[in-house]
């Protein structure tokens, strides 16, 4: 079993304990500068939209684009994530550990935590609400291909499905299969079409319809 007992980056929503003191501060700060005008709650919304869908993801998003375009760098990721991640000029917290799980034809891999939230903060940035909800946590377990069609993701049978369950220590993150129709783009163009729920392994990457005109 891994160990599941803290965050240390203090997601702790699906708790039901009081704020944290942390919490309560930003809170208050944030009632204060919507109350003086100088917020709206759009912005905050707006702000947390950024990490959730682009500052966050986009740092694993690039890490995945340069292992497609560089073998090499692919299996030293694959080995050794957090080193691979610095290698890039990225941060990665020395405390948790992560492991890059490669998708292929023949494997799928799909990231859960079952008994609480944890996440590749440092890579993915925030964590999508249902990622943290009950119903995801416990179903990706017991029905993982099931979930993954509600994802739009129809694996056909001979393609085997591998859950993981995240903890403290150790999170995950999905290195997706390159997809066809992407020969010859740049890093920049592959890593927009690595979306953060291609990394958590409940998408797979688009090549949109323009780019095969
Ligand atoms: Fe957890």
Redesign the pocket.
Known sequence: MTK?DH?EHGDHSHHPEAPSDIEARTLALESLLIEKGLLTSEDVDRIISAYEHDIGPMIGARVVAHAWVDLDYRARLLNDGPAAIRELGYDYPASTGLAVLESTKEVHHMVV???????PWAVLGLPPTWYKSAPYRSRAVVEPRKVLEEFGVALPADVSVNVWD???DLRYMVLPERPEGTEGWTEEQLAAIVSRDCMIGVARPQVPAEANR
């Open positions: 599941h965050h935590c079952t008994l609480c939230s944890c996440y995240s903890s403290s």
